[in-house]
């Protein structure tokens, strides 16, 4: 299994921004900060997406900052609007900051900060780089139980199938962009508010051809704080997948020449 330790290469070159939405994740943020700064990242800035977390998330983002070098961006949306939306907003301020390179993560430590290096370096020859539990060294926390296991691997497998997608975990929020790939993505077209945003944005880089690289990650359980996943947002990942397979097998019928009234 790949540990983070691993990999010590020098990141890619450039201002990095990392993204990371919350709620209610106070009792994980110093160690995430803490854990981030001291990869010496040169030009790194944090961008915290808040969303009203009743637990002072932001607030205590806020004060942090001075721990960060001062570089940490808050962003606060007042009510919990979803994961998605999230996201759209914090790669809207990455870009806009001039970042050369973005980085997505929880904020829960389940993805450890020390992967981000290899992933950045990744980049030199890649525009996406994907933490993936499901490629070879990859995997998931050892406690969670059969249940656990299998709603996330079918889960995927599920999402995996109905949107066509290549890569093989398509439900990762642990990425690396390149600034110049993540602005050609359509932020507009994105409709999940749940982690099937994650599939969205898989889905989205594959049709734009952008060349995706899976670096494998142990993913770590949550030992603070209350997941939001649930099984409904598979379904939602599920659902709004679907018009691309009915889109997909549509222009496979017109190249073999098979219109929908002969099947
Ligand atoms: N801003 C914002 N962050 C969210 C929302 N829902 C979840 N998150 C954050 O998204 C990340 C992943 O959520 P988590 O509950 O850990 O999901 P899990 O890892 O799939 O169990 C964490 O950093 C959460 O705090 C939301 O509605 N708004
Ligand atoms: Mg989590």
Known sequence: MAHPSQHGSAPAAGPVAVVVPTYNEAENLP???ARLSSLGIPEVRLIVVDDGSPDGTAE?????DSEFAGRVEVVQRGSKQGLGTAYVEG??????SGASHVVQMDADLSHSPE??????NALRDADVVVGSR???GGGVDESWGLSRRLLSSLGNLGI???????????????????ASALSRLDMSEFLCAGFGFQAEV???CQRLGLRVVEEPI??????KGRSKMSGLIVVEAIWRLLPYRFKRSQSRRRLSGVSADDE
């Open 115 to 120: 992967y981000i290096p290899a992933m950045l």
């Open 218 to 223: 142990l993913f770590v359980d949550r030992t």
């Open 160 to 178: 995996r199938f109905v949107g066509g997608l290549a890569v093989r975990d398509a439900t990762s929020g642990f990425k690396a962009f390149r």
């Open 31 to 33: 160690e995430l900060f």
């Open 134 to 136: 499901y490629t070879k």
């Open 91 to 96: 790669f809207g301020r990455a870009l806009a």
């Open 60 to 64: 205590l983002a806020t004060s942090l």
């Open 202 to 204: 898989a889905h989205s």
